[in-house]
């Protein structure tokens, strides 16, 4: 959903494996509400192959893709992933602000990603906690992937 005056944007938020492993799906939520965006969709999937390929489809090719399909699939944690959407002006802005830097090293220490990511001393891996849309292109193409529009409660 989109309004040009507003800029009012859905995203897709993922709460990855990692994260869910170590019970802090509670503690990611309560910092995304803190945004103020609605939170208009949620549930817990077990990712499959081929929702994880489609997803991170620009990827393929990458020496990274297979340990990013594993990954989100949770071979290494659990097999669950949280998968929401938050919708308000500027979600994508916003959230990606709260989540912080991918490179969880990297992020400020007041984002998701800077209290709850790590890089794996022993796989090298960024367990950077959650995935956000990164533009309003993507949400649309990442939430029509995971949810089904009667699922979207408004």
């Known amino acids: 959903m989109s309004n040009a005056a507003t800029k009012e944007e ?4 993922l709460i990855k494996p990692d994260a869910v492993s170590k019970s802090l799906t509670g503690n990611i939520i309560t910092m995304l509400d ?6 208009v969709g949620a549930k817990v999937v077990k990712v499959s192959k081929k929702l994880a390929e489609t997803h991170y489809a ?4 990458k020496p990274f893709f297979n340990s990013l399909i594993e990954f989100i ?10 998968a929401m959407v938050y919708q308000g002006p500027n979600a994508i802005k916003v959230l990606r602000k709260l989540a912080g830097n991918t ?5 400020e220490f007041n984002t998701i990603r800077g209290k709850y990511g790590r890089i794996n001393s022993k796989t090298k891996e960024f367990e950077n906690a959650v995935h956000i849309s ?16 009667e699922e979207l409660v408004e």
Request: aromatic share 6%; glycine share 8%.
């Open 10 to 13: 859905q995203a897709l938020v």
């Open 34 to 39: 803190s945004t103020g965006l609605k939170m």
């Open 58 to 61: 620009e990827h393929k090719g």
């Open 73 to 82: 699939m949770g071979e290494k944690y659990t097999p669950r992933v949280v």
């Open 103 to 107: 490179n969880p090293e990297d992020a």
């Open 134 to 149: 990164d533009s309003p292109e993507s949400g649309k193409r990442e939430i029509a992937l995971w949810f089904r529009p």
